[in-house]
T-cell receptor, first 114, second 116 residues
Framework: AQSVAQPEDQVNVAEGNPLTVKCTYS??????LFWYVQYPNRGLQFLLK??????LVKGSYGFEAEFNKSQTSFHLKKPSALVSDSALYFC????????????FGAGTTVTVRA | DTGVSQNPRHKITKRGQNVTFRCDPI?????LYWYRQTLGQGPEFLTY????????KSRLLSDRFSAERPKGSFSTLEIQRTEQGDSAMYLC??????????????FGEGSRLTVL
């Protein structure tokens, strides 16, 4: 079984401030972890992934995430948020044994105010 | 545009009618997925094709649902005898296994189903 939890439905930050979107996961095995973003009226877009190796992964648009095995977390971060980062963010997990099946969290709506 | 294409984008139907959605993946992608997303929830896995072979179906797919991918190109998702609970956004995604560790899915914009 595999699942993710995104504890915050909404995150509000001022432009220029750091942005963090939280995600914790539960798997019975080695996880693949992902972040996707959904802009209004657009399809889900891949941001970044953790497969193996360095715990800090960097992705598109200046986002990064840190894999923490002891805390089973994979929080998404951006040092300085932009208004254009306002969107719906999804964390997802899959197992290496069935990497085609992603389990998504419920999503976190990020609003960056000018 | 060379992304994943889904049609129709929005379908309104009456309960009991059949509906069919089509997905055209990125041309070189041999893996194709269907997910379902309801309001306020993340996408839920429905089924997965590798080329023309349907390798896994979720228990969410009742016997009223059928998906095909003839010739390993486009895919169709048919829902028979629709129910109001089938109202959702149906998402198609594709990927390549050229790099085993890629894990990145390319999603279409979805087909929204409204069952009255």
């Amino acid at each position: 079984a595999q699942s993710v939890a995104q504890p915050e439905d909404q995150v509000n930050v001022a432009e220029g401030n750091p942005l963090t979107v939280k995600c914790t996961y539960s798997v019975s095995g080695n996880p693949y972890l992902f972040w996707y973003v959904q802009y209004p009226n657009r399809g889900l877009q891949f941001l970044l992934k953790y497969i193996t190796g360095d715990n800090l992964v960097k992705g598109s648009y200046g986002f990064e995430a840190e894999f923490n095995k002891s805390q089973t977390s994979f929080h998404l971060k951006k040092p300085s948020a932009l208004v254009s980062d306002s969107a719906l963010y999804f964390c997802a997990v899959s197992l290496r044994s069935n990497d085609y099946k992603l389990s998504f969290g419920a999503g976190t709506t990020v609003t960056v105010r000018a | 545009d060379t992304g994943v294409s889904q049609n129709p984008r929005h379908k309104i139907t009456k309960r009991g009618q059949n509906v069919t959605f089509r997905c055209d993946p990125i041309s070189e992608h041999n893996r194709l997925y269907w997910y379902r997303q309801t309001l306020g929830q993340g996408p839920e896995f429905l089924t997965y094709f590798q080329n023309e072979a349907q390798l896994e179906k979720s228990r969410l797919l009742s016997d009223r649902f059928s998906a095909e991918r003839p010739k390993g190109s486009f895919s169709t998702l048919e829902i028979q005898r629709t129910e109001q609970g089938d109202s959702a956004m149906y998402l198609c995604a594709s990927s390549t296994r050229r790099d085993r560790n890629t894990g990145e899915l390319f999603f279409g914009e979805g087909s929204r189903l409204t069952v009255l």
